[in-house]
């Protein structure tokens, strides 16, 4: 097969990186930053996706496809919720307390 | 050009309407990953779910959210980042044909798993204590919360129970992977099994990643 | 040596094996074919029955035939089975299975053993709704809205979401398997613009397979979830919101219809070339609007929900895109018609049926438009306007792309001809058929009559006898060649390797194929429709 093989210590890397931001993202949650709070906690955990998949899945060294397949997935998954929230963000009337 | 009739050497692994390992290897790995988009859109729905309630009802579920255990929920994240990386590991062992290591591996990746599943009956069992189950007995302690908080709590089930469901799968799979090693039909010539099972289950761990700070984190700071 | 001098070959996949095990074992794609032929034709007229007795009970403008809540159960189950169980897998599973490999050049699917699997999911499915069916059936209209799905309707919802559920994943394996086999078992020199079109557009409807059904799908376990557990997502009593089931539900539910319509137009991109004899017209602008149409289906499903109660500006804007997504429909019907300029047009079957869809399919397109003006929508929405409009898109497009792509290629799967005057007789009844039946409820739905209600006002009836009338002249054109198909298997003419003298892979290899699809792995040197050449020179 012609895959990249990644040493064990990228691996290792990784896995310390994304140690060190779940202790981040726990600690972050307790001090209150209003809106920053859910943007710190989604943008940590994106980061730590991103990590898993370009090393873990070994994305980095794959082919386009690959890439074309991932990202796609990720903009479909977005044309859920833009719509989606295009809707809810818009209603001008409120049905809740 | 390959005459049909003549398989002069079978190759191992080779399934017959492939023309070689290499074709193989780039299918069944192109399958698993369009699979996992599969996947993403099946959670996703559960995403837009928790998004539009998030949206609505941000007090109720920063309430409902503070009563998860997070030491727990801290715990069971390392655990699977954990076992994320003994997976690659499984993969590079078996990339490099080390076929002890990689069995230890799949087995270190599978016994993880079993710890994170423990933690999460234990935290389902708080749950059911405290009377957070949705349903007839479900009973929250700040009344003005209830219904809504209710809504947290489902989707807390229904997104953890999904993803758990997918983690029992995973130690199917493993399961196989693991007697595949053991048989010696993995080598450094034919591993994609392994590579696609560890797809599989890195797609797991990024779930959990997310399911984590959108259950665990919110109004930890309040209160 | 041109292939054509041989009638029959001695061993053929449909001999390669007897005994039923052969059969429900089998990993060979064209038998797959055949297994899905045989249970889509079967939930076809299932569906079908539903058809007969609602139209019976709307000749008369009382409600008499049935009482209300069995005619809620009949429309009900109409559409889940026609829409789940045959317009969803028909064109794909059926012709998409048998040809994909063959046209690629390969000797079968990526993924075999998934394919027999995706065919059994497909029963499973078909089974568990089936039973929903036979012990009382299912009222909520096969859209499921809530909460009237989740709280308060008593009929069989659990095992008919299950069952949807179920069936779901053959379609997103099937799918996965076409991506796959087309990006990565393309035969030497067989590049992406020499496939045929039938492939562009199964690949595109693979897209959507892959990226929308896995939304259905937790969208009916979540109602069938909240009707044991009383979660509350889609239920305003527990805060919940109904309209947030319309829009997963229509996020799938959208580009569904363009699951069904991508492959018939990919078939009449076959049927337009091969009866014209000439390549379809701009080739490449048809292969990137199948892919438009894929990812524009995606945006604009909110057209279904301007009077659910989403805001006006969300309204706006799936408006605008659903304008914006007839572009490459059209961009399609044009090219199809230049291909006919000046092409030499011939009359078989399958060709009646290319122009039928041409015509019908636009006259639904075209109806499309109406429907995602916004204003007029709000007049016609629940009308029998929006039954017609479907309607001509799935019965006198996707049907009609159906039987023409089965009479086309039935030579090939059966290595038989048919009767070809019966066929054309059918073909022509069907038109008539269709079209007595669909036209009158343009125009009952535009003068305001509901859909879904079995009851109506009397000056409405003489449309709806006519619509009955045309229904049973329909059931005799799809009942015909069930006949004459059936009779060709065993007492047809032998149709030889290429019978059409058309220019496709498909057509090099004997009538039936061998189970590895060619005896040597072709070497594809020419263009997709090169009608140039003589025909023999394209046996590699």
Redesign the interface.
Known sequence: ???H??P?RV??T??AI??FC?YL??QI?????GAL??IA??G??CF??TI??L????VKYSTR??WA??L???F??G???A??????????WRT?G | MLPEAAHQHHVPGLAHHFDNLEQQAEATTLGMWVFLVTEVLFFGGLFMVYTVYRNWYPDAFAAASHSLDITLGTINTAVLITSSLTMALAVHAAQLGQRKLLMLFLVATMALGAVFLGIKSVEYYQKFVEHHVPGAGFNFEEPQYAVHAQIFFSLYFVMTGLHALHMIIGFGIMTFMLWWAWRGTITAEYYSPIEIAGLYWHFVDIVWIFLFPLLYLLGRHAH | MPSSTVLIPPRHYLNDGYGIKSWLLTRDHKRIALLYLASVTFFFFVGGAMAVLIRLDLATPAGDLVTDETYNKLFTMHGVMMVFFFLIPAIPSVLGNFLVPIMIGAKDLAFPKLNLFSWYIFVIGGLFTLYALVTGGVDTGWTFYTPFSTVSSTTNVIPTALGIFITGFSSILTGLNFIVTIHRMRAPGMTWFRMPLFLWSTYATSLINVLGTPVIAITVLLVAAERVFHFGFFDPRLGGDPVLFQHMFWFYSHPAVYIMVLPAMGVISELVAAGCRKPVFGYPFVAFASLAIAVLGFLVWGHHMFVAGESVYSAMIFSILSFLVAIPSAVKVFNWTATMYKGAVSWDTAMLYAYGFIGLFTIGGLTGLFLAAIGLDVHVTDTYFIVAHFHYIMVGGTIMGYLGGLHYWWPKISGRLYNEALAKLSAGIIFIGFNLTFFPQFVVGYLGMPRRYHAYPPDFQVLNVLSSAGASILGVGYLLPMFYLMWSLRYGRLAGSNPWGSVGLEWTTTSPPPTENFTETPVVTWEAYDYRAPVEGHVA
Request: glycine share 2%.
């Open positions: 097969m012609s895959a093989i990644l064990k691996y290792y990784i896995f994304l140690m779940t993202t726990v949650a307790f001090f209150d930053l709070n859910t906690a989604l940590i955990a730590k996706a898993v998949i090393f873990f899945m070994h496809l690959t397949v991932v796609g997935s990720i479909w998954f044309i859920l919720i719509l989606t929230m295009s809707d809810y963000l818009t209603r001008v809740f």
